[in-house]
């Protein structure tokens, strides 16, 4: 099974930037997704953004959008996430991981049907 690691978090200002990294470990990797998700302590896993692995579409849920994007460098086995305007509700561990199989919905965002899981990533946003 594929092995996931997310990198790139740390501690920034509201205002500020991040880009996150997920290398994944096999070289033939196909999912039908790869998405982002975070989690703040005491809450529910929350999806943040996804992509179509065949097509290259994206969406994202309405707290980020037009502030992160996704991108995917296949050559290099990486999933990013360009963060921008950073605010202090967006500080979390922050995860990536596939949807393997196709979805009966186009636009997924339920933490369960995805997965394996990498250790994610922390991001501190401060005020």
């Known amino acids: 099974q594929v092995q996931l690691v997310e990198s790139g978090g740390g501690l920034v200002q509201a205002g500020g930037s991040l880009r996150l990294s997920c290398v994944y470990s096999d070289h033939s990797f196909n999912p039908n997704l790869m998405a982002w998700f975070r989690q703040a302590p005491g809450k529910e896993r929350e999806f943040v953004a996804g992509v179509h692995w065949s097509t290259g579409s994206k969406y994202y849920s309405d707290s980020v959008k037009g502030r992160f994007t996704i991108s995917s460098d296949i050559a290099k086995n990486t999933v990013y996430l360009e963060m921008n305007s950073l605010k202090p509700d967006d500080t979390a561990v922050y995860y990536c991981?596939?949807?393997?199989?196709?979805?009966?919905?186009?636009?997924?965002?339920?933490?369960?049907?995805?997965?394996?899981w990498g250790p994610g990533t922390q991001v501190t946003v401060s005020s």
């Open positions: 991981a596939p949807r393997l199989s196709r979805p009966p919905s186009l636009w997924p965002r339920d933490p369960g049907s995805f997965g394996p």
